[in-house]
């Protein structure tokens, strides 16, 4: 449905190939969260991987930042509509981190949780093979707590929501739960290309 | 709210236009299919040019979930925008736009989620809390309510003359104005940004500490009155926010 008089401002690109539709491109970095910014100390800091209530292997800051690092300069896409080109992350892949306790995936499903007590579902898969990490830098500097630091989730190819800032672990569950915006109409996998915002959109 | 996130793109014609400040105008849509929603709520609106191109943003609903068919949304004009331009310049009664909604539930209060219920606004954020304000009224409800509102001067407070007469209905709800580029007007009042003082005397004209506390604005309006609420001694997960950007 056209809507009269509305000419839009999209300025000439040739990125569009980079924009998923209803996406506009952003050139600061927006913040969004439910609720207050949680200020994490990196001594107080741990992560830990369990699968379902069984914690498997704990890391604190310093274990942690021991592992390999490698970097990611992805494209990232939040629900409330921008996107954001060629943002440079470096932290621990989800591969290295399972490479260092020892394990195979043990379940499809995975349960990202923060300090806060956000959570957000992603199926393994969307996590391996190099596809996501668990982010300590953004443009080589530490990130900022506003940003989810010290340390975050990225999942770019998912809504951003999927990167959980603040985070404290993951969990790997026997079936896909849904997590906080999950449950309060949020789509249960969120691929920006499908336009998967919200709950039953296809 | 899953099943009312299922809600698909539907047509809405704007039905009335109202001037609320020199920067914010009111436009009421009739739904298609008319759809219920609770106080705090958002909608998405897309607008589609001739060539396809597609622009959508979300809107906080202002109107009460009591207030019948009709939907009232507050925008803000941004002189450089894209979407909230094109409605204060370009949109009239009777256009259609789409829009899709009830969308979000977090940011929401219901009259018997109870309270004392603390809310904290800046700018076009006392949207959604407008509704919930206006939601308490329409219920009756006696639950207490403080509303920090915060907006550069006298003229720019949206709902102004509505707020002072529900303020002077002195049924617990209360209403702080605070004034960043302007004097205080009334002696209730502020003239300076949110901080930890100013949430402190809020929460003192509150029976009991609030058991919710809901802030909206932009991004470093919302950094800094959560912030300010938990040196208040507020704990931080009673506080919801929303960010609008920017
Ligand atoms: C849940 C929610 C509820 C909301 N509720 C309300 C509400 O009740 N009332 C309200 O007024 N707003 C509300 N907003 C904000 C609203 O969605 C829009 O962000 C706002 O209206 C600005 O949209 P716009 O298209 O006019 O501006 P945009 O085009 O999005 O621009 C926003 C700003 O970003 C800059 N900008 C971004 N992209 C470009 C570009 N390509 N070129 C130049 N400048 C650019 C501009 O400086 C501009 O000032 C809400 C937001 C959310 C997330």
Redesign the pocket.
């Known amino acids: 449905m056209v809507t009269r008089g509305f000419s839009g401002?999209r300025?000439p690109t040739d990125n569009d190939a980079r924009i998923p539709p209803g996406q506009?491109?952003?050139?600061?970095f927006p913040v969004?969260s439910a609720g207050p910014t949680p200020r994490v100390r990196a001594e107080d800091w741990s992560f830990t991987l369990k699968h379902g209530p069984r914690p498997i292997k704990k890391w604190n800051w310093a274990e942690f930042n021991a592992l390999p690092l490698s970097k990611m300069t992805r494209d990232i896409h939040c629900v409330?509509a921008w996107t954001k080109f060629d943002t440079p992350w470096q932290g621990v892949l989800v591969d290295d981190i399972l490479a260092d306790a020892g394990i195979e995936p043990p379940t499809d499903f995975t349960l990202a949780h923060s300090f806060d007590g956000y959570s957000t579902n992603v199926p393994t898969k969307d996590l391996t093979i190099g596809k996501a990490m668990v982010a300590l830098l953004y443009e080589g500097k530490p990130i900022t707590a506003d940003h989810g630091g010290p340390a975050r989730l990225l999942v770019p190819h998912l809504y951003f929501w999927k990167s959980a800032k603040w985070l404290t672990g993951l969990q790997f569950t026997a079936r896909d739960e849904p997590g906080f915006w999950e449950l309060r109409g949020y789509h249960i996998y969120g691929d920006p290309w499908r336009e998967q915002r919200y709950t039953n959109d296809p | 709210m899953s099943e009312a996130a299922q809600s698909p793109w539907q047509t809405a014609i704007i039905s009335r236009v109202e001037k609320r400040t020199p920067r914010?105008t009111s436009f009421f849509f009739q739904p298609s299919r008319p759809f219920a929603y609770l106080a705090g709520q958002?909608v998405d609106v897309r607008l589609t040019a001739p060539d396809g191109y597609q622009?959508r943003?979300?809107?906080?609903i202002?109107s009460a979930p009591e207030a019948g068919e009709t939907i009232e949304?507050?925008?803000?004009?941004?002189?450089?925008?894209?979407?909230?331009?094109?409605f204060h310049d370009v949109a009239a009664v009777g256009d259609e736009v789409e829009l899709r909604g009830p969308?979000?539930g977090h940011?929401v209060w219901s009259s018997s989620d109870e309270g004392p219920l603390l809310l904290v606004g800046g700018g076009?954020g006392v949207?959604?809390l407008m509704s919930m304000v206006r939601h308490r009224a329409a219920r009756k409800s006696a639950v207490a309510v403080a509303l920090v509102f915060s907006a550069r001067i006298w003229d720019e407070v949206i709902f102004r003359d509505e707020l002072i007469g529900l303020d002077d209905r002195k049924d617990g709800f209360n209403l702080v104005l605070t004034l960043t580029r302007e004097p205080a007007r009334r002696p209730s009042d502020y003239a300076r940004r949110v901080d930890v003082a100013m949430m402190v005397q809020a929460i003192g004209r509150l029976p009991a500490p609030p058991r919710l506390a809901f802030v909206c604005g932009s991004n470093a309006f919302v950094s800094a009155a959560a912030q300010a609420l938990i040196d208040a001694g507020i704990a931080p997960e009673v506080i919801r926010t929303?960010?609008?950007?920017?």
């Not at chain 1, 506009?24 to 600061?28: I, P, R, T």
């Not at chain 2, 943003?57 to 906080?60: A, E, F, K, N, T």
């Not at chain 2, 929303?242 to 920017?246: K, L, Q, S």
């Open positions: 401002r300025p506009y491109l952003e050139q600061g969004l409330t | 914010v958002h622009a943003r979300s809107y906080s202002a949304l507050a925008i803000e004009k941004l002189e450089d925008g894209e979407v909230s331009p094109f969308l979000g940011f076009s949207v959604p929303e960010r609008y950007g920017v």
